[in-house]
């Protein structure tokens, strides 16, 4: 287990870009995942230890990716629209290797997720 938090979500308005951050160290494979109001919780990105293994949900690649450093995760979000409002949450699991997880239960830590508006 490993204490996450996300950091970054906020108001912002359609078409705008806005990054969040979840600070861990590279010792975690770390995937992202958002709920929508009144969806069940769904998968966004994720990241390998290294950096170097990204995985992206077909339906927001192109708009979502994950990267990592050695300190800290990342979720970079391009051309946001109102659709992507919801909490966005940074998930972890100890991963020896290179792979990466893309369901819920792949991930053994979660954030407490941060809340993401996009809005005029």
């Known amino acids: 287990q490993v204490q996450l938090v996300e950091s970054g979500g906020g108001l912002v308005r359609p078409g705008d870009s806005l990054t969040l951050s979840c600070a861990v160290s590279?010792?975690?494979?770390i995937g992202w995942f958002r709920q929508l109001p009144g969806t069940e919780r769904e998968f966004v990105a994720a990241?390998?230890?290294?950096?170097?293994k990204i995985k992206n949900s077909d339906s927001l690649r192109g708009r979502f990716g994950a990267s990592r450093d050695r300190t800290k995760a990342y979720l970079q979000m391009s051309d946001l629209r109102h659709e992507d409002t919801g909490v966005y949450y940074c998930a972890a699991r100890w991963e020896r290797w290179e792979s990466v997880g893309d369901t819920q239960a792949d991930y053994t830590s979660w954030g407490p997720g941060t809340q993401v508006t996009v809005s005029t």
């Open positions: 990241v390998s230890r290294s950096g170097r």
């Open positions: 590279n010792d975690w494979q």
